[in-house]
């Protein structure tokens, strides 16, 4: 067998695992695991090396998707995916396909899908494989595939986001955010949010983080400003930094305190104000993309 094969479709394989687990470091064993279960097949079965490729992937995926969606049910407040870094040659893998399938929002909205679902949808919709390749990858018929594509997408069709703007503009809404924020500005963020902007902060139970989320320019303003008084009043502040990075195709601040991620601010711009502001400070979730940071 050309092991070539798999290190070749590798981007193309992280790409479809991130967006099924909303994990690049489960993505990442699920890619190692699924290098071994391809280096052992006998090479006399295999019609595709490329969708034997696939196909082990995207079911090792699927059983672990099964498991992880219990977990998620008892996690302690909002449930974010974990971040990772977009943009110039960052993540390359990440950009295979349309960089909007990336953002936390969408991966989040993916989690209204059954496995299943979730696999097809993906497979079709985002890597344009054919019903008949998803149906032999899946272990099912052309007609079942087509169906819970159907299904996923009426689930999907209303809240799908889309990215607003230049990832220029972008940015630089989310660099004058940085500034507001970081003095405090309270005028300045006012006028940076939208009057329904969203804000979902996920600690995982190990961070301090909002237990649910938060809805409204007011709400949202009184919380940020909170968290900055209590930063100030602590010490932190004076030994913090702020930068702004693109994090899954959207701007995002990143805050240190004393050289150590604390937290990373995900940036949804639309019509050059923000709409929603994710917050992941799980330190479980912040370890992939704090290596990244690093050798950035």
Not at 85 to 111: C, I, K, N, W, Y
Request: charged share 25%; proline share 4%; net charge neutral.
């Amino acid at each position: 067998m050309d092991h070539d094969v798999f290190t070749a479709e590798r981007p193309r394989l992280f790409a479809i695992a991130y967006r099924m687990l909303g994990s690049a470091s489960d993505a990442e064993d699920v890619l190692q695991d699924a290098w071994l279960r391809y280096r052992g097949a006998d090479q006399a079965d295999i019609r595709s090396p490329k969708a034997l490729a696939m196909t082990i992937v995207t079911r090792l995926c699927l059983d672990r998707l099964k498991s992880a969606r219990a977990a998620r049910e008892t996690y302690v407040g909002p449930w974010l995916p974990e971040p990772v870094l977009t943009g110039d040659d960052s993540r390359p893998d990440l950009q295979v396909q349309r960089s909007e399938t990336v953002t936390l929002a969408f991966l989040v909205l993916l989690e209204a899908l059954s496995p299943e679902e979730r696999a097809v949808f993906l497979l079709k919709d985002v890597f344009d494989y054919e019903h008949a390749e998803i149906a032999e990858m899946l272990g099912m018929s052309p007609a079942n595939s087509r169906q819970l594509l159907r299904r996923a997408k009426l689930r999907l069709v209303e809240r799908r986001p889309r990215l607003s703007g230049t990832a220029e503009s972008r940015r630089a809404v989310a660099e004058r955010f940085a500034q507001a924020f970081a003095s405090g500005d309270s005028d300045a963020l006012t006028a940076l949010l939208a009057k329904d902007v969203g804000f979902w902060s996920d600690g995982g139970g190990k961070a301090t983080a909002a237990r649910r989320p938060l809805g409204g320019r007011e709400q949202v303003l009184n919380f940020l400003l909170g968290v900055r008084r209590a930063a100030e009043t602590a010490g932190f502040l004076s030994q913090a930094s702020l930068t702004v990075e693109e994090v899954n195709a959207e701007p995002a601040v990143v805050l240190r305190v004393r050289q150590q991620l604390e937290s990373i601010f995900v940036v949804s711009v639309e019509g050059g104000t923000i709409a929603g502001i994710r917050v992941v400070r799980n330190p479980d979730k912040l370890a992939h993309i704090d290596r990244r940071l690093t050798l950035h």
